[in-house]
């Protein structure tokens, strides 16, 4: 569906994207600010949040055309940066590992995701390679 109208006021773009950046606040920060309660109840506890928000961002982050207008662009920004934001958390407390083990559902569900959206492919090595960092300053 292609909607058509007059540009909106730049007061008007302003609300739009204080509500969008609200909801996608909403999406990362509880997650984010309670991991470590989260991570306590278990991997499966963890798992069960985290699919479903891997899944929404890469809809979000997919659902982008080449024509996307400026309200598009932004909230696309600002998902990645949160996304980044939540990936580091979990590479900081040795959740997210740059290759998954066997065991590890967690990582492979993650990179895989990852691969699949198109915002975030760009920085798949940078994350990797600080999981590999983070993982060696673990065993040392």
Not at 11 to 23: I, S, T, Y
Not at 36 to 54: D, F, R, V
Not at 111 to 129: D, L, P, R, Y
């Amino acid at each position: 569906m292609h909607l058509r109208g007059s540009e909106i006021s730049i007061e008007k773009r302003d609300e739009v994207m204080m509500e969008l950046e609200l909801c996608i606040s909403l999406l990362f920060k509880p997650l984010r600010h309670h991991i470590q309660n989260i991570i306590k109840e278990g991997a499966e506890a963890l798992m069960s949040l985290w699919t479903p928000i891997l899944e929404i961002v890469k809809g979000i982050l997919n659902e982008a055309t080449v024509e996307a207008n400026e309200i598009v662009k932004s909230s696309n920004e600002l998902v990645i940066e949160h996304f980044r934001n939540v990936v580091m958390v979990l590479i900081n407390l040795d959740i997210l590992e740059a290759v998954s083990s066997a065991n590890d559902g967690l990582t492979l569900a993650t990179w895989k995701a990852i691969s699949e959206m198109e915002g975030c492919k760009q920085f798949v090595e940078e994350w990797q390679k600080a999981a590999a960092n983070r993982h060696e300053l673990a065993n040392q």
